[in-house]
């Protein structure tokens, strides 16, 4: 929220957590029998409602959720991919491909042979014409809709909402050092039932029929060649962390008071996330790992996990990747990312005459 306000601004800056640029080093190429290789069967489950938007709509018409050719609701793989890369771009820490407009190009991994851990996992294409191509070591899957998680996608609720065109960026909400920072949505967990109402005096002009949340869709990681710490970063970004307490403080009127917040870290994706679509997490439902030398020498078995063995495995995964993180940054990062259903917080963009009036246009966010 902007300083000495009872609303929240929709979204906040968060530091990454080292200096740009991240640290570079050669990754491991592709040698198909060393490494950890698998694949990990993933569910996704909508938190508030969720839309991945078929981009071939017209304007005018309802924005709908992307279908496969035998029309199920599915997320594209790269959508989920991006996903992941630019929540791994803050933690990792990576360079910003996917990341804020603001940041994006500055310093974007360019030599194949010095890659941040971030395109060392997933690869990147070069800028320019440069023909540089690393492929990265994993494969997302396109993410279909379980269909008895929801009911027809014929029957979704459509919501007419205020869509922000591309304005001017209001400068004292950006920090001044972009490239240290990233931009991120809360979740608003009241949108489960309502989306927040467009601000007086504006007219909605889009139409969404997102999915509702509850809406779970399927999908499939698979990797291969991985080094195990480039294993536990990739499950610690899947799934996050459950029941998480932290708070935040915000102002009530005539002072400021501590929120306390818990849930679970989740995600954001898709389209309306500045009036709460898109919160979601994802649950790794069985994982099959082997590592590639050893299976090939001694025909060893992968390791087929499921249930509180694979809880078990992931819980050790997670805390490995965490052992290397600063706490103070973590803070901050939960605190965005935490889901809590019963989350008290008015989200909203400021009004117009919010903007134009000098006495509370030069209010600060307050930081993450
Ligand atoms: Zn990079």
Redesign the pocket.
């Known amino acids: 929220m902007p300083e000495k306000e009872k609303f929240w601004n929709p979204y906040r800056f968060v530091p990454v957590s080292a200096p740009s640029p991240?640290p570079?080093s050669a990754p491991t190429y592709h040698h198909r029998l060393t490494g950890l290789s698998g694949t990990l069967e993933c569910r996704l489950t909508a938190k508030t409602a969720l839309l991945v938007a078929d981009q071939r709509g017209g304007q005018g018409s309802v924005r709908a959720f992307w279908k496969a050719n035998d029309g199920t609701p599915t997320i594209p793989g790269t959508s989920l991919k991006g996903m992941l890369r630019s929540f791994l771009?803050i933690v990792a820490p990576?360079?910003a491909?996917v990341a804020d407009e603001k940041a994006e190009g500055k310093?974007?991994?360019r030599d194949p042979r010095a890659?941040?851990?971030?395109?060392?996992l997933f690869g990147?294409v070069g800028h320019g014409n440069t023909g540089a191509l690393y492929r990265g070591h994993v494969t997302i899957g396109d993410a279909r809709l379980v269909a008895e998680t929801a009911p027809p996608p014929a029957k979704w609720e459509q919501r007419e909402i205020y869509m922000a065109t591309p304005h001017p960026t209001h400068k004292a909400f950006y920090p001044g050092d972009a490239g240290s920072f990233r931009k991120l949505y809360h979740h608003q967990p009241k949108c489960m039932s309502k989306p927040a109402a467009p601000n007086a005096g504006i007219k909605p002009n889009a139409t969404l029929q997102p999915a509702p949340a509850g809406a779970a869709f399927d999908f499939s990681i698979r990797f291969v060649g991985l080094a195990p710490e480039q294993l536990a970063m990739m499950l610690y970004a899947v799934v996050l962390e459950r029941d998480v307490a932290t708070s935040v403080t915000g102002w009530n009127g005539t002072r400021e008071e501590t929120i306390r917040l818990r849930g679970d870290l989740c995600h954001k994706l898709g389209h309306g996330k500045p009036v709460g679509l898109g919160s979601c997490q994802i649950a790794i439902q069985s994982s099959i790992v082997g590592d590639g030398a050893e299976r090939y020498r001694r025909g060893v078995p992968r390791q087929d996990l499921r249930g509180a063995e694979l809880d078990a495995w992931h819980a050790e995964q997670a805390a490995r990747f965490r052992a290397t993180r600063s706490p103070t940054f973590d803070a901050a990062l939960r605190r965005m990312m935490v889901f809590d259903e019963s989350d008290p917080r008015d989200f909203r963009y400021p009004t117009f005459q919010w903007f134009h009036d000098g006495a509370t246009s030069s209010r600060r966010l307050k930081p993450a």
């Open positions: 991240p570079r771009e990576g360079c491909i310093n974007a991994c890659l941040c851990p971030v395109c060392a990147f």
